[in-house]
């Protein structure tokens, strides 16, 4: 049923992908990035956009690469039971490409726009790719759950900056798109050219979501040889 679901639809979900122990164990090293902005230098940006002035809350914060700071992350289960789930999905020569962090603060209620990742990427020859994207709280519609809207093809929509600064977004809003919600250690699973949002954080409550993408490994030695490793500037490609 999720490989049925992955490849007719461009997503799927997975309910206790891990045990809450460690659900509380990656919590720990997880607030210990978001809380040191010195550590995660560098690796670090608001997707809301650039943060106003007089204003110290990021709403949106992404972490890149959070394993390249804290190497523990890559032996825990959620790493290796994902691989095994992509293998399963996409084949054999899945590999990790890189992991983050997107932390949506209590009562910041900023939306993350419809978008697709594979803007975000460059072009590359196999388009095989999924997103693991993991519950460490429980997720829901008022909190920032992810919305999917079934995928038919791999067309790229046109992508803008919807604040300087800030996530992608394109110009629709789909009318068809499906919230998923999921208890602490469930996660979702989405193809690269999937069209997916969550709404804000209304609650007093956080919501951390573990990232964890992956794609054929001759695609990300591709990737390497040209010089990209998911940090840096925020770019994106046109649809063609």
């Known amino acids: 049923m999720l490989k049925k679901d992955f490849v007719n639809n461009g997503f799927t979900s997975l309910e206790g992908l891990l045990s809450i122990d460690e659900v509380f164990d990656i919590r720990k090293l997880y607030d210990k990035l978001l809380e040191n902005k010195k550590l995660t230098a560098g690796l670090r940006?608001?997707?809301?956009?650039?943060?106003?002035?007089?204003?110290?809350?990021?709403?949106?914060?992404q972490i890149m690469l959070p394993s390249r700071i804290e190497p523990q992350l890559l032996e825990k289960q959620a790493y290796k039971r994902a691989l095994v789930l992509a293998k399963s999905l996409l084949g054999d020569d899945m590999a990790l490409d890189f992991d983050m962090l997107i932390n949506k603060a209590p009562l910041t209620n900023t939306e993350t726009p419809w978008h697709q990742d594979a803007a975000y990427w460059i072009d590359l020859p196999d388009k095989r790719s999924v997103s693991c994207w993991i519950a460490l709280?429980?997720?829901?519609?008022?909190?920032?759950?992810m919305w999917f809207v079934p995928r038919y093809d791999n067309h790229l929509f046109k992508h803008t900056h919807s604040k300087e600064?800030?996530?992608?977004?394109?110009?629709?809003?789909?009318?068809?798109g499906k919230p998923v919600p999921l208890k602490a250690g469930g996660c979702t699973f989405h193809d690269g050219f999937t069209l997916h949002f969550s709404k804000g954080n209304s609650t007093n409550g956080p919501r951390r979501a573990l990232i964890l993408n992956f794609r054929p490994q001759e695609m990300i030695q591709l990737e390497r040889e040209q010089g990209v490793d998911h940090t840096g500037e925020r770019k994106f490609r046109e649809s063609k």
Do not use: F, H
């Open 45 to 61: 940006s608001d997707l809301s956009g650039y943060t106003a002035q007089g204003e110290s809350i990021e709403k949106i914060t």
């Open 137 to 145: 709280d429980d997720v829901y519609e008022e909190n920032g759950c």
């Open 165 to 176: 600064g800030g996530a992608l977004s394109i110009a629709i809003r789909p009318k068809n």
